[in-house]
């Protein structure tokens, strides 16, 4: 197995696939405060207690919303395109379940690539993302180690699949906090890529996770 990244290649275009792609810099404010208004919603609506007029007053309201927003829709599949500071380009779908930007379901994950070479973000889980009481579910944790293992194998230059994914809980993870992602590529092996990631709170390691990501066939790869 080598042990170094390859260094960093640059990524196909995914139009060149027949994928429909949309610059994040080209979403409205308008729309990503939208969804930053539903996801606050959605944890209102998990948690309330308001009585029942209140209830049928609001899910009218949210009915009317809906039917006004009902028309025109991006294609299934659509991708986002990112640029970073540092020259990065990272393409993901734009509803992706962890990191979409137009999706109220993902919480708001960014990654960036820090000094050490590692990719660093921070995110706080409410309760909408709720298992144990107070504590952040174990599945969620499991995709947000998974999302930023992807995205480590995408910023060295090898996207691709996940294959395997083994995580580990090291201690519970606090709901409504400030919690720490960091993701690296730490070797590869033909077209699998051996990717690492912890999630921390405080300092500490309440999860890490593991995986082999499988290449995706890109135009020119030799597939060594």
Same mark, same amino acid.
């Given at each position: 197995?080598?042990?170094?990244?390859?260094?960093?290649?640059?990524?196909?275009? %995914?139009?060149?696939?027949? &994928?429909?792609?949309?610059?994040? #810099?080209?979403?409205?404010?308008?729309?990503?405060?939208?969804?930053?208004?539903?996801?606050?919603?959605?944890?209102?609506?998990?948690?309330?207690?308001?009585?029942?007029?209140? &209830?049928?007053?609001?899910?009218?309201?949210?009915?009317?919303? *809906?039917? *006004?927003?009902? @028309?025109?829709?991006?294609?299934?599949?659509?991708?986002?395109?990112? +640029?970073?500071?540092?020259?990065?380009?990272?393409?993901?779908?734009?509803? /992706?379940?962890?990191?979409?930007?137009?999706?109220? &379901?993902?919480?708001?994950?960014? &990654?960036? *690539?820090?000094?050490? @070479?590692?990719?660093?973000?921070?995110?706080?889980?409410?309760?909408? =993302?709720?298992?144990?009481?107070?504590?952040?579910?174990?599945?969620?944790?499991?995709?947000?180690?998974?999302?930023?293992?992807?995205?480590?194998? /995408?910023?060295?230059?090898?996207?691709?699949?996940?294959?395997?994914?083994?995580?580990? =809980?090291?201690?519970?993870?606090?709901? /409504?906090?400030?919690? #720490?992602?960091?993701?690296?590529?730490? @070797?590869? #092996? *033909?077209?699998?890529?051996?990717?690492?990631?912890?999630?921390?709170?405080?300092?500490?390691?309440?999860?890490?996770?593991?995986?082999?990501?499988?290449?995706?066939?890109? %135009? @020119?790869? +030799?597939?060594?």
């Amino acid at each position: 197995m080598t042990v170094d990244a390859h260094p960093d290649t640059e990524i196909p275009d %995914p139009r060149d696939f027949g &994928l429909a792609v949309v610059a994040e #810099e080209d979403l409205s404010d308008e729309a990503l405060a939208l969804v930053q208004e539903v996801r606050a919603l959605v944890d209102t609506v998990a948690h309330t207690r308001a009585g029942a007029d209140d &209830l049928a007053a609001a899910r009218a309201a949210v009915a009317e919303a *809906r039917a *006004r927003l009902d @028309g025109p829709r991006h294609d299934v599949g659509t991708m986002v395109r990112h +640029s970073f500071p540092d020259g990065r380009v990272e393409w993901g779908t734009l509803t /992706n379940a962890v990191a979409g930007p137009t999706n109220p &379901l993902a919480m708001p994950l960014r &990654l960036e *690539r820090a000094e050490d @070479g590692d990719l660093r973000g921070t995110t706080v889980l409410n309760g909408v =993302y709720q298992g144990p009481p107070g504590l952040v579910h174990g599945g969620w944790l499991a995709a947000v180690l998974d999302q930023a293992l992807g995205s480590a194998a /995408n910023a060295a230059g090898m996207p691709g699949l996940t294959a395997n994914l083994d995580v580990n =809980y090291r201690r519970p993870t606090p709901l /409504n906090t400030p919690v #720490e992602v960091s993701a690296r590529v730490t @070797g590869t #092996e *033909r077209r699998k890529v051996f990717v690492a990631a912890e999630i921390r709170h405080n300092g500490e390691v309440t999860a890490e996770g593991t995986a082999i990501m499988v290449r995706i066939g890109l %135009p @020119g790869d +030799s597939g060594s």
